[in-house]
């Protein structure tokens, strides 16, 4: 399994950006995908997740995120997707996607839970 994230850049305070985060390899029946971000010298931290089975689909946010970011997800694509909306210098930092396809028993805002992870996008948000 592969996973391309791609979608970060440069943009003003208040501004938005959307992340993608594309899987390829396999097909899933069910899975956690989320959203992770590494600032300069900090530990990294969980922003955004979709849980999804074909009885249900859940999301869970950060604090941080409520309100601002909207993670969705497309399964013809195999792509999850952060719009986030209203941005603050504090969100600058790596975004990387991460993929759990065996969920059972596990949280979906955890760092240790996903075993799948890509190559971050670098998000920059200046004053």
């Known amino acids: 399994v592969q996973l391309q994230a791609f979608g970060g850049g440069l943009v003003q305070a208040g501004g938005s950006l959307r992340l993608s985060c594309a899987a390829s390899?396999?097909?899933?029946?069910?899975?956690?995908m989320g959203w992770f971000r590494q600032a300069p010298g900090k530990e990294r931290e969980f922003v955004a997740a979709?849980?999804?089975?074909?009885?249900?689909?859940?999301?869970y946010y950060a604090d941080s995120a409520k309100g601002r970011f909207t993670i969705s997800r497309d399964n013809a694509k195999n792509t999850v997707s952060l719009q986030m909306n209203r941005l603050k210098p504090e969100d600058t930092a790596v975004y990387h996607c991460?993929?759990?396809?065996?969920?059972?028993?596990?949280?979906?805002?955890?760092?240790?839970?996903?075993?799948?992870w890509g190559q971050g996008t670098l998000v920059t948000v200046s004053s």
């Open positions: 979709v849980r999804w089975s074909s009885a249900m689909t859940s999301t």
């Open positions: 390899g396999r097909t899933f029946s069910t899975y956690d």
């Open positions: 991460a993929l759990n396809t065996n969920y059972a028993g596990s949280s979906s805002t955890s760092l240790d839970a996903y075993t799948y």
